[in-house]
């Protein structure tokens, strides 16, 4: 199963976990069961069925497409990570 690392500003959706591992053939799927675990991760890494603006995900190293039927291996390593630009981002609140 994929393994998902929890940004430190997520944290407190799971119980301060830094890693979790999930099922999930696609991002979407993966997602879909964090939010079944943690209740209130999919609002804020998703909107309008899609990945929020401002969140860059990477699977096993790679920044992705950020689409979320973008398909993981089973062994895979997934970052959802606050882009990196100028400013404040509200994208974890």
Do not use: Q, W
Not at 4 to 32: C, F, H, M, Q, Y
Not at 60 to 82: C, K, M, Q, Y
């Amino acid at each position: 199963m994929p393994i998902v690392a929890i940004p430190s500003l997520l944290r407190n959706l799971t119980n301060g976990k830094e890693s979790i591992t999930v099922p999930g053939a696609t991002i979407r799927e993966v997602i879909d069961n964090l939010e079944s675990r943690y209740p209130g991760m999919k609002a804020r890494l998703c909107e309008n069925d899609r990945i929020k603006p401002g969140i860059a995900v990477y699977v096993n190293g790679l920044l992705t497409r950020g689409s979320i039927l973008e398909r993981v291996d089973a062994d895979a390593e997934i970052h959802f990570l606050p882009a990196i630009g100028g400013g404040i981002s509200e994208t974890f609140h």
